[in-house]
C-alpha cells in the first residue's frame, strides 16, 4: 500500500532549497509525494518532524522543468523568508542530504556503504560505521575598553566586517584555539577568554561555537591571506555587520546593548 502520511519536503540542488510560493509567502513543500514533476537523484532521508508532521530530505534535479508554484532559493537567503522553525529543520536537512551525497563509499574499503540506522551507514562488505561528520569553529569577541575587533575576510560575500573565526585544529582545547586564531589572523595576544554561545552552522556541516575575550597586548598586524582589514571599534562608529542569521551577528548586538547600558 502506497504511504498516504503527510510530508515536508527539504529538498536540495546544490545549496539551492526548493520552496513552495503562494501570495508572496514562501514555505517548505508539504504534501504525501515528493513535488510533482521533480526527480530524486538520491534516496531520502528523514529529518526529524515539525508540528507531529515526518521531514524528508533529499535531492531534485536542477534540469527539470520547474513549475511556477516552487522555486530555487539558496539556503541562507531562504532566513529570510521562511518562517524561523522551517529554516532552523532546513539547515538539519541540508547537513544530512551533504552528508549523504558525500558518503556514497567506504573511507576503509571503498565498496558502496548504505543506510544502516538513523544517521549511520554501513559498509556492505567490511561493516565499517559512517556517520555525519560536524566541522567545529570559533567565533571571537574581543573587546578592548569600549570598543571591539572587528575584521573583514576575503570569503565575506558582502561588504560586511565580522568577528575573528577559524578551525579547530586536531589536539587543540576550543579555547587554545580562540587565542591561536586571533594572534595568528590580528597579532593580539587576548586573556579572559569566556564561551558565549553556540550555533549550528549548516553551510555546508559545521558548529560555530563563540567566545568573549580581552585584549591584553599587542599591534594589530593582519594576515593578509586570510583578511582585508580590521581593526577596533565604538558602538557609534561601526561598519556594516553581518546579518542576523548568525551567531556572530548575535554576539555583537549584545556587545552594542552592553555598551549602551553599561552591562558587560
Not at 106 to 117: D, F, S
Not at 214 to 227: A, D, K
Request: overall charge negative; some cysteine.
Amino acid at each position: 500500500m502506497t504511504d498516504q502520511t503527510l510530508k515536508y519536503w527539504f529538498l536540495f540542488s546544490g545549496d539551492q532549497l526548493l520552496l513552495e510560493t503562494k501570495e508572496d509567502t514562501y514555505s517548505i513543500p508539504c504534501c504525501v509525494s515528493a513535488p510533482a514533476g521533480l526527480s530524486a537523484e538520491s534516496s531520502f532521508l528523514c529529518c526529524g518532524t515539525l508540528d507531529g508532521i515526518p521531514c524528508m530530505t533529499g535531492s531534485f534535479s536542477a534540469t527539470e522543468k520547474i513549475t511556477p508554484s516552487y522555486i530555487p532559493i539558496g539556503l541562507r537567503a531562504s532566513f529570510d523568508l521562511l518562517p524561523i522553525r522551517q529554516h532552523r529543520l532546513a539547515g538539519r536537512a541540508y547537513q544530512l542530504y551533504y552528508w549523504d551525497r558525500h558518503s556514497q563509499y567506504c573511507p576503509q574499503c571503498g565498496k558502496p556503504v548504505h543506510i544502516a540506522e538513523e544517521y549511520m551507514k554501513k559498509c556492505t562488505a567490511c561493516t565499517y560505521e559512517i556517520y555525519p561528520v560536524i566541522t567545529p569553529a570559533v567565533l571571537v569577541l574581543v573587546q578592548r575598553e569600549d570598543r571591539v575587533l572587528l575584521v573583514r575576510a576575503h570569503n565575506f560575500k558582502g561588504t560586511f566586517h565580522s568577528l575573528v573565526a577559524g578551525f579547530l585544529e586536531v589536539g587543540e582545547s576550543l579555547e587554545e584555539c580562540v587565542a591561536r586564531e586571533v594572534k595568528e589572523e590580528t597579532g593580539l595576544s587576548i586573556h579572559n577568554i569566556r564561551y558565549f554561545g553556540s550555533q549550528s552552522w549548516p553551510y555546508p556541516s559545521g558548529v560555530m561555537i563563540g567566545f568573549t575575550a580581552t585584549y591584553t597586548h599587542g599591534n594589530i598586524t593582519l594576515q593578509t591571506e586570510e583578511l582585508s582589514s580590521g581593526r577596533f571599534y565604538t558602538a557609534d562608529e561601526l561598519p556594516e555587520l553581518p546579518g542576523k542569521i548568525s551567531l556572530a551577528r548575535q554576539m555583537i548586538d549584545w556587545w552594542i546593548e552592553a555598551q549602551q547600558t553599561g552591562n558587560q
